[in-house]
């Protein structure tokens, strides 16, 4: 497998687990991308969202630890009660996210350091939620050169955190129906070039 592996960061909030659920199942456990899941979770709570979804996909998935390492074929999951940031080693960095906003864990904070440490390598898919979280960091994916998905209103059972993306300006590259997902994933991690371009000037 070559060190220049696509990497997809699932981001999502109110409706989130049966988005989450809808993308990964059919994806296969050979994978060859990494994937990094987020949802806004209560901060005093301990997540069982890496159970949950273990569950319902072929890919192993793993409780994001400080320190952990992206490998494709395998998921994993921010935690509650810490912003998950990537490094340029592609390694993961857990900051506390405190009780005031923003959402947390921030998928701006998430998509911003990633598209900063990977650039064209990253997909990022914005998935049902409320709110704006992932607008302004699914604009720094596209202006590093990745790709951003956001699922359609009609297939969003919560479309504001997606629809915070499409209207920001053309950042969003394609907009497609929920269960049309993991198809798109599977064409575009298996391209030779993720992103439909080059960093903006």
Do not use: K
């Not at 650039?119 to 604009?139: E, H």
Request: proline share 10%; hydrophobic share 50%.
């Amino acid at each position: 497998m070559s060190d220049d592996f696509p990497i997809v960061a699932l981001v999502c909030s109110a409706g989130g687990l049966d988005a989450l659920t809808r993308v990964l199942a059919p994806l296969p456990a050979d994978l060859p991308a990494a994937i990094i899941a987020l949802q806004h979770l209560d901060p005093e709570r301990a997540s069982q969202l890496p159970a949950l979804l273990q569950a319902r996909t072929a890919l192993p998935v793993i409780a994001a630890a400080d320190g952990a390492v992206l490998r494709p074929g395998q998921v994993l999951v921010a935690p509650s009660g810490q912003h998950t940031l990537v490094t340029a080693g592609l390694a993961v960095a857990l900051i506390p996210s405190g009780s005031l906003p923003p959402y947390r864990p921030s998928a701006d904070l998430l998509l911003t350091t990633l598209a900063a440490a990977a650039g064209a390598r990253v997909i990022a898919v914005i998935l049902s939620g409320g709110g704006n979280d992932a607008a302004t960091g699914a604009t720094a994916v596209h202006h590093f050169g990745g790709a951003v998905i956001a699922s359609s209103a009609a297939t969003s059972s919560h479309p504001a955190m997606p629809q915070a993306a499409i209207g920001r300006d053309s950042i969003v590259d394609y907009i497609v129906a929920l269960d049309d997902v993991p198809g798109l994933l599977l064409t575009l991690v298996t391209a030779p070039l993720i992103g439909p371009s080059g960093p903006d000037p």
